[in-house]
């Protein structure tokens, strides 16, 4: 306890506590060591103290939590479900806040298939919505992201997260949130704040400034409900998958897919990875022939990659729309594409066939298995559904566990870090970061796992996943330090993320030039006067005499 | 001169302006008559009060002029160009403001034809782009509104503005803003603020909230240069075109529309154009035949119709892309209009061949002529060049000029008002705010023209246009009226207008709820703490000490 409370005993983490017990139902606060703990891990180092854990079931209780953290002066960290996976999970950016755990605010108030939209809370899961949508007919599909089935939207759209179909740049694809300020008041975004309800879940806009973007990577107001854009079910859904083996065609391949994106020929957002990243979802370490401080040597990757059957460099993406239009876009993409790699597109017949085929002829190869069901979940993963496939990838170096014994990444201590920066896709950028990354991961022994996204024609947001053993500190150490040296490397490169995790947010704010740091602070102070929200999470915030310690 | 003038001499406009002038070269600071009036005209009744015009050529300037507008407390009112037709033009929004006028801050500072983008100031027309951009090869296209050669690009894309090509919702293409706050600071936004400056003209975000956004239809800072994201000219462009004549086919067309949007069939912005919209691209009132105080009788209408050859409703799209794709996507239209409307296409090829029979045949009759050349002009909207057609629309009840003539609506004396308002994209919607319009214009006698882009998939902006003989006192009052009766019949129907005219701001502002109202204020006084910015502009701006007058 600080000698602030022993003082002011109307404020601080206590005497919030005994208000929020009084003012809430029961199951809302928790404080035993259990829960706290529960949320102050992550899948790397550093475990954050949690002061409490609070559990609203409804806006109106979100509204009196606020109110009184504002008038007690408590840190309050919202969360959706916690699963920011490699950025921080559910840990707060600053030790001993109260995390307000929104995951039982769960309701899917309304779906529209006609105008594509849903109506969710920051509880609803990927899961949730896509099986709500299927049970309603499927006539609209959601986009799904990496993070799992239990992961939520509201979470993912509010870090600016995406997924693949053309609905994948989340950012751009809602509209029509509802907030609670820092003392408890309640906004709704754009036009429904002038009583156009209908109109403000499928236009962004006010009229008047876009407050929407504003809480997005922000601690500026809890959001507790908003409209996020759906995808009508095409005709058709190609997964189109470019092979390249050749490292000298690399440029050519980003140059070719930066041209068919413009041209609107990769309907949805193409990922481009490497071999490590395709290996993370086929296999794990080889722990009996491989050396772990050291990592895979250039010969053992280049066996493994045999062994799987995985390129060098592997370009997926969903080729979405009419038929005549997928069949036309196909033929475009294989031609740019021609003499870069190898080309192999998988739709559902196909598919069905295969399988039925497999289903006849048990003694196929088991890598002809595998590379069924790959394809299987990837078509799947293409068409909304969020199969638990890609969180495979963090168990990379786990000894014993993998992501399909349907354990979770804190339960199961996994180490995973994240960095993404942003680059601009062309060629020649492509080729820098992958090199400079490349030298650093194998420096430190790691296996280089890379993702990169082509969001939007011009810039790609680049994933790098680096996992390690979290029971060898040494290697926990190394990790940390090679973390260090790609997020440098990257800005050497005028590379930035397009994320932060939770533990670098503070050295980022402190980074901005003072001019728009004062605005930024004053902007905060315009949404959460006592600066109790999610101090230190993106935005600065003056934090110096919060009563977060307990 | 106000009282407070007299006894407070160190504030107020007099003192702004012999301070600006002491600061500034002399061409900057103009308060002649001539000027100040040029600047307070718009295209509907009031004329606005303005104090002094301020025409800065660089940042520093700009900078240099907020910090004397912000000791002497002056509302300072920034134009890009002042060609908002329709929605006040130049005018401030606030009586008594001063006008800075951007327009001779018109560099383009930088083009890149891989990445797709142009860095440039306030003072960049369209017509200066597309020239800058052709004479390097035209490998991209910028995007154009209907606003004319003459428009400024910033100044529209800062209203939410709208074109026809796939960068068409200005909204969401651009990034990397460079402002300057009430007090004179300079602000970059994004990855720009961390001296990312590569990706922060290609990337939206921060990482960290989007400020971009707030920059939009505010009052918050002076915009001095921006990214504005280009369009690779495509392998192909075609018009592709359905008239509907059978009323009763509205609501079919309408739901292909948003399904080919949605499908992406239809990659440029979609525009659905009634008869009065399209006639009033052709031809004029017939005033020999028609009677000003009651509009063209149906008769009439539907003669004028036939006369032209224009459908009683025009869709107009382009489909850009790959030539392979732009046939499976014209295929994949045709399909879904079947027996909705008479389709027909344009494309280069075609017009130019076309043009060529027309040389050698003289005797043509008129109306082909005019169709060749409407087509000529639709390609070219549609590529990017910003023709001076559309803007002939304004002048279908001016009796003696037409904007062929090369004047400007405001020295023309244009009666032209415009009303936007965002609507859900189905069938019904339009229908029902078709008929609720089109009767409250015959009411008050005009001819009731309508545009309603289909600018993302689940909405429509709408344009009802009312045009009218400013010579006419009784005709100005008559459209006054109308206007608010279109603008309440569109919020019955739960349709707010995408943007709004400056005469219109304040009371827009009123009706937002108190909570809301609150917070804006407080942002604004965190971008701008004098709120001298542009007072009464879209967001709420507390002005009742201000030293406007003079």
């Keep these: 306890?600080?000698?602030?409370?022993?003082?002011?005993?109307?404020?601080?983490?206590?005497?919030?506590?005994?208000?929020?017990?009084?003012?809430?139902?029961?199951?809302?606060?928790?404080?035993?060591?259990?829960?706290?703990?529960?949320?102050?891990?992550?899948?790397?180092?550093?475990?954050?103290?949690?002061?409490?854990?609070?559990?609203?079931?409804?806006?109106?209780?979100?509204?009196?939590?606020?109110?009184?953290?504002?008038?007690?002066?408590?840190?309050?960290?919202?969360?959706?479900?916690g699963q920011n996976w490699g950025y921080g999970s559910a840990t707060p950016s600053r030790e001993g806040s109260v995390v307000l755990d929104l995951s039982r605010m769960n309701r899917i108030i309304e779906i529209d298939e006609k105008l594509a939209y849903a109506v969710i809370e920051p509880g609803v899961t990927q899961r949730q919505l896509y099986e709500a949508l299927q049970a309603r007919g499927g006539d609209v599909w959601p986009d799904a992201t990496g993070a799992g089935p239990n992961a939520s939207i509201v979470g993912n759209f509010l870090d600016r997260g995406f997924g693949h179909t053309p609905a994948a740049d989340h950012q751009n694809q809602f509209a029509g949130i509802e907030a609670v300020l820092g003392n408890g008041e309640l906004i709704r975004t754009g036009y429904a704040s002038l009583g156009a309800n209908r109109i403000g879940k499928i236009a962004r806009g006010g009229p008047g400034a876009g407050i929407d973007t504003m809480l997005i990577q922000s601690n500026l107001a809890v959001v507790t409900r908003m409209a996020v854009w759906l995808y009508p079910r095409p005709e058709a859904c190609t997964v189109f998958v470019c092979k390249v083996n050749d490292e000298a065609k690399l440029p050519a391949l980003v140059e070719a897919m930066r041209k068919l994106r413009f041209e609107g020929v990769l309907t949805g957002a193409p990922h481009l990875a490497n071999d490590y990243r395709v290996l993370g979802l086929r296999d794990r370490f080889p722990y009996d022939t491989a050396d772990p401080t050291t990592g895979l040597t250039d010969e053992q990757r280049a066996a493994f990659r045999r062994q799987h059957g995985v390129a060098r460099w592997t370009l997926l993406a969903g080729i979405y729309g009419p038929k005549v239009q997928v069949r036309a876009n196909i033929r475009r993409a294989r031609t740019l594409l021609r003499g870069v790699g190898k080309v192999l597109t998988i739709n559902e017949d196909l598919l069905n066939k295969a399988q039925w085929v497999a289903r006849f002829v048990p003694m196929l190869p088991a890598r002809l298995h595998a590379d069924l069901e790959s394809a299987s979940e990837m078509l799947q993963m293409l068409s909304g559904d969020p199969v638990a496939g890609p969180m495979q990838a963090a168990y990379w170096r786990h000894r014993t566990r993998c992501a399909a014994d349907g354990g979770d990444p804190l339960s199961d201590r996994v180490g995973y870090r994240g960095i993404s920066p942003v680059i601009p896709f062309t060629g020649e950028d492509v080729v820098a970061f992958d090199q400079a990354c490349e030298a650093i991961c194998k420096k430190f022994g790691f296996e280089f796992a890379l993702t990169i996204t082509n969001l939007v024609p011009r810039h790609g947001i680049c994933v790098v996943s680096i996992t390690y053993d979290r029971e060898n500190e040494a290697e926990e150490q190394r990790a940390i330090e090679c973390v260090d040296k790609l997020t440098d490397a990257a800005r050497r490169l005028g590379c930035e993320p397009y994320r932060l995790p939770t533990w670098g947010m503070a050295a980022q704010s402190a980074r901005w030039p003072t001019t728009l740091r004062d605005l930024m602070l004053n902007v905060k102070t315009a949404f959460d006067p006592q600066h109790i929200i999610a101090p230190g999470r993106y935005l600065p915030s003056e934090m110096s005499d919060l009563k977060s310690q307990i």
């Design 1 to 81: 306890m600080s000698t602030q409370q022993t003082i002011e005993t109307t404020q601080g983490a206590d005497a919030a506590l005994w208000r929020w017990r009084e003012a809430l139902p029961d199951d809302v606060v928790r404080d035993d060591a259990e829960t706290r703990q529960a949320r102050g891990r992550t899948t790397f180092c550093p475990t954050v103290e949690v002061a409490a854990v609070l559990r609203p079931t409804c806006v109106e209780q979100v509204q009196r939590i606020m109110q009184i953290a504002s008038e007690c002066r408590v840190p309050v960290y919202p969360i959706s479900r």
